[in-house]
């Protein structure tokens, strides 16, 4: 059974940073592409980043290039996404998700068949 498990979530003011984790489990890590969503209150879950299995390509929403970084690690079974210069409309809960295949053709919220239980981020003003 695959279970993804985030941290990292917490409290930070405006330009500060934050790094979260996400640890999988269940299945081969490598073999599949991991993605970071988000969801602000009143709001849909929306694509942030995202790497392939091997970690060679990435993916981010504009609104996180340049201040975001996601990497992963394949020995940990982990995916981290590095955020800095957060803004306060960053604030949100933070999910991590593992893809169907290795690589993304496109990004597609359908196409990640399992997700984390979400860590929360809150940026103050």
């Known amino acids: 059974q695959v279970q993804l498990v985030e941290s990292g979530g917490g409290l930070v003011q405006a330009g500060g940073s934050l790094r979260l984790s996400c640890a999988a489990s269940?299945?081969?890590?490598?073999?599949?592409?991991m993605g970071w969503f988000r969801q602000a209150p009143g709001k849909e879950r929306e694509f942030v980043a995202a790497?392939?299995?091997?970690?060679?390509?990435?993916y981010y929403t504009d609104s996180a290039k340049g201040r975001f970084t996601i990497s992963r690690d394949n020995a940990k079974n982990t995916v981290y996404l590095q955020m800095n210069s957060l803004k306060p409309e960053d604030m949100a809960v933070y999910y991590c998700?593992?893809?169907?295949?290795?690589?993304?053709?496109?990004?597609?919220?359908?196409?990640?068949?399992?997700w984390g239980q979400g860590t929360q981020v809150t940026v103050s003003s």
């Open positions: 269940g299945s081969t890590f490598s073999n599949y592409a």
């Open positions: 790497v392939s299995g091997n970690g060679r390509n990435t």
């Open positions: 998700a593992r893809h169907r295949r290795p690589d993304i053709a496109v990004v597609a919220t359908t196409e990640f068949a399992y």
